[in-house]
């Protein structure tokens, strides 16, 4: 039985290779917590959306891009009946979005046509897994059911819904049915790290009190120490996620938006406004240079001022397009998302 393995991105895929795997390895490459993401029963203007975006942030090209998702697609196209998918992903954010992807293409088959399709129980971030330790994973992977399929189908509907009401009530319905947080806490569990990785995708709407999604609050608090460096900062946020998932590219962005609009949260020290590296520059200067808090950003922080009414919204979550005139916000005491339009919460019927 030929096998195909996906797994997150470059990294782990060399490290997958390193262990001479059976099989064939591919890279699932794709930041889909950034930008948007329809859903993707029409694959080629799936590649389309993702591609425009990827070369919007100056990360690629359009058709760079393009290629490469065809590639990625057409490799798991190609996979029969007779063959075995080994899905290695992590527990974070980044990788849960993508695995849920792959199970809801998998789902979509008829079922003669779908491959046999396993799990590894990866409590750990595969690109630090040594060639020994990925074998053991894969000896221990676990075979997925129609329950698993159906579950990773919804989170991804929920996930490319146009409001995020769904993406809430599978994350609920998640920690009903899924008994188990990590694999090593049950041996039958496949998907412990779904509703978690869900919850903390809720957690990137903007707050209700301030207008700060979590990852912008991390970054802004990190600096009431004092400037400090983006590659510090990095860190700091970095340290605050139970599992990390922002990559270098994305955090850079997230710092320049947080620079940008009519009231700055965050600037270099003589007040200019931070600019996110070109991935085919050199970035060392952007890494070392010291940036800081404005006292703007002070004032979101403590609860103050409110960020999107500053400087606006534009931002999409999956197949949700946030902005100004009507987005939805993160209730941090009741754990749930609420509607606002026109700035303001809204009222039942709005």
């Known amino acids: 039985m030929p096998s195909l393995h996906f797994t997150n991105g470059d990294h782990a895929a060399a490290r997958l290779r390193a262990a001479e795997l059976p099989g064939d390895v ?24 993702r591609a425009e975006f990827l070369a919007s942030r100056g990360w690629t090209s359009v058709p760079a891009a393009t290629a490469m998702l065809t590639a990625r697609d057409a490799q798991l196209a190609a996979v029969s009946g007779t063959d075995e998918v080994v899905l290695w992903f992590e527990p974070d954010l980044f990788d ?16 003669l046509a779908r491959p046999a399709i396993t799990i590894v129980p990866a ?32 989170a991804w509907g929920a996930f490319t819904a146009s409001t995020p009401d769904a993406l809430a009530a599978m994350a609920d319905r998640l920690d009903e049915e899924v008994v188990a947080r990590t694999y090593s806490d ?23 009190e301030d207008g700060l999604s979590r ?11 004092g400037s400090t460096t983006p590659e510090h900062l990095f860190e700091g946020c970095q340290l605050a996620e139970s599992w990390r998932w922002l990559g270098d590219r994305s955090f850079a962005w997230y710092l320049e938006r947080l620079s940008s609009g009519a009231e700055p949260l965050v600037t270099r020290p003589n007040g200019t406004r931070i600019i996110a590296p070109l991935p085919d ?4 200067a952007f890494w070392e240079q010291r940036v800081q808090l404005t006292p703007f950003g002070a004032r979101v922080l403590a609860g103050r001022a409110d960020a999107v009414a500053a400087n606006g919204l534009d931002r999409w979550i999956g197949a949700v397009h946030c902005t100004m005139e009507r987005h939805w916000r993160w209730d941090p005491h009741r754990g749930r998302v609420v509607p606002w339009c026109g700035g303001r919460r809204a009222a039942v019927g709005d």
Do not use: I, K
């Open 26 to 49: 591919v890279p699932w490459r794709d930041v889909l917590h950034d930008g948007p993401v329809p859903p993707d029963e029409d694959e080629r203007g799936f590649r389309e959306t």
């Open 96 to 111: 849960q979005l993508q695995l849920v992807q792959l199970l809801a293409r998998l789902a979509r088959r008829p079922m």
């Open 123 to 154: 409590d750990c971030f595969l690109g630090e897994v040594l060639p020994n330790r990925a074998s053991m994973l894969h000896t221990a992977r676990r075979t997925l059911t129609r329950r698993d399929l159906d579950q990773g189908h919804s």
């Open 186 to 208: 049950d041996t039958m569990v496949r998907l412990p790290h779904l509703a978690a990785a869900l919850r903390r995708l809720l957690e990137e709407y903007p707050g209700e």
């Open 215 to 225: 990852t912008e609050r991390q970054l802004c608090e990190v600096l009431t120490g």
């Open 281 to 284: 520059t050199d970035g060392r």
